[in-house]
């Protein structure tokens, strides 16, 4: 990878808050959609000549709509204790990149226009005119926000950030400024139905090439079934898991345990992409139209179950929005969770002794694991507290045989996103996932160097992606980071092996 025009931060003993560095990242800010990628998503191709009213007019609808974001506008007291939980805010210090600080882009806004005090006194309350300067900051800032919750944890009103940024981010594309991005990849799964474009031939060869390849390496026919009507589970995953490293070892992973199972599960090639990029831009319509074929998906191959893969943001659309979104499941099995992640799946067998694993064969790592935050804060793992918690840690345990975690504040409901996370996983932003990766990276430092650690897990294939790109510029391997069903799959003992 060519060297990046700017500074990466140097690794430190542990993260310090950052020196206030003004506009430091006002430059930084993804390529606005095209109307091609606008206008099949239902917003305008440009920007609208009337854009102040039609923004307006949006937030108004959106504060009446969702009385979180009325309450989050009027709750902060100013207090601070999120102006330092944001990595970006750690990795850059631009201090629009406080969580308070991006939420008041919005909040100075709204005073202006929704509250008395603001409409007669503005200067007095901080309120401000929806001008050009403002819309340009909530392009630039709306866009260095990962929706990853991190702040919410630590804010004493439970304010969150994440949903100021999709509602920023509506605003911006109903006026004609989407983000090409998360925009381009939304219209590829509504007509291909995968954020790859990838259609049924290709998706169909890659997946007998891997059965190829799984023959050839454990001797046994394990499938990656297409389409298979009558199925018992049909499992949806994030298109990387089709092809890209480490992500496609995942894959393999999954089709092993379902192997070792003996559950019949098929992928579809109409809904071959768990990921839903909806929430990204925080527009529930285009959310509910990539996630609708799934369940059509699930109802024509008639399966009993539907099974999620390791993607972060595809679980907590599946766990949180899903029954609104396309519900209800009455035409699936009441016996199982609907729906089940693949590590809920993989934990149930292996509790109840259905998979038998060799750790040794993992013997030459030592792994720690990266909790995601869509999994660690936006929904959960299992049926008890804190499931998303210790069932991927009980999963890599059960495969390996040395497995460390990183510090206490940077892992479970206080994990540091990758970086790369809420539809910011484009080259255009590489210098924010750059710097917004250093918590992580830090942390990741310290156990390499106290426990010798040479592996990250992660489950979700936004941070195996970003990880593989930005941790060589932290001076580590891009192939440190790797899937928990990796670990499960090469633990997992075939045939003759028992
Ligand atoms: S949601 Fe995450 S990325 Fe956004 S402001 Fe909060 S900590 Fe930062
Ligand atoms: S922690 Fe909450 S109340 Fe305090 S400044 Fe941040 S958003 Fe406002």
Known sequence: MAKPEFETPPLEDWVSTPAVQPDAMAHVRPFVAKPEYQEPLGFPGELVENW????????????????SLQVFMD????????????????????????????????????????????????????????????INDWYSYYHQCSECRRCSVYC???????????????????????????NEIIGKVHTIGNNLGLPEPALADT???????????????????????????????????????????????????FHQAGISWTLSSYASEAANFGIFIGNYQNMQKVAQRIRQAALDLGVKRIVVGECGHAWRVAYSFWNTLIGPFDFLDPAYPVPQHICE?????????????????????????????????????????????????????????????????????????????GGLLTDDLIELRVKGALPRAQALQQVI????????????????????KVLPQYGMGMDMIISVHQLVGDALVFGSEH
Not at 156 to 177: F, K, Q
Not at 365 to 379: A, L, M, Q
Not at 449 to 468: G, L, N, R
Request: glycine share 10%; net charge negative; aromatic share 8%.
């Open 345 to 421: 799946f993989t934990h149930d067998l292996n509790q109840r002794g259905v998979l038998k694993f060799d750790r040794e064969a993992n013997d030459d790592k030592v792994v720690t694991f990266h909790d995601s935050c869509n999994v660690s804060r936006g929904s959960r793992l299992g049926d008890t507290p804190g499931g998303q918690f210790t069932i991927p840690r009980d999963l890599i345990r059960a495969s390996c045989a040395h497995f460390v975690d990183m510090a206490p504040d940077t892992i479970h409901e206080h994990t540091f996103c990758c970086g790369g996370g």
């Open 52 to 67: 102040q009213d039609v923004a307006l007019d949006k937030m108004g609808e959106l504060l009446g709509r969702y009385r």
């Open 207 to 257: 997946l007998e090439g891997l059965e190829e390849e799984i023959e050839e390496d454990i001797n046994v026919p394990v499938k990656l079934p297409l389409d298979q009507a009558g199925a018992d589970v049909l499992l949806v995953t994030p298109s990387a898991d089709f092809f890209a490293e480490p992500h496609v070892d995942g894959l393999i992973g999954y089709a092993k345990v």
């Open 156 to 182: 004493p009103y439970g304010i969150d950030t994440a949903e100021i940024t999709m509602a920023g981010r509506e605003i911006l594309a109903t006026i004609g400024v989407g983000q090409k991005y998360s």
């Open 449 to 468: 160097e106290q426990h010798e650690v040479t592996h990250m897990a992660a489950i979700c294939a936004i941070c195996k992606s970003q990880f593989t």
């Open 75 to 134: 709750a902060c007291v100013k207090c601070g204790a999120c102006a330092d939980k944001c990595h970006y805010y750690l990795g850059t210090g631009d201090p629009k990149n406080m969580p308070v600080a991006r939420q008041d882009l919005m909040r100075k806004v709204y005073r202006r226009y929704f509250t008395t005090a603001g409409k007669w006194f503005p200067k007095l309350v901080g309120a401000v005119e929806l001008s050009e300067e403002v």
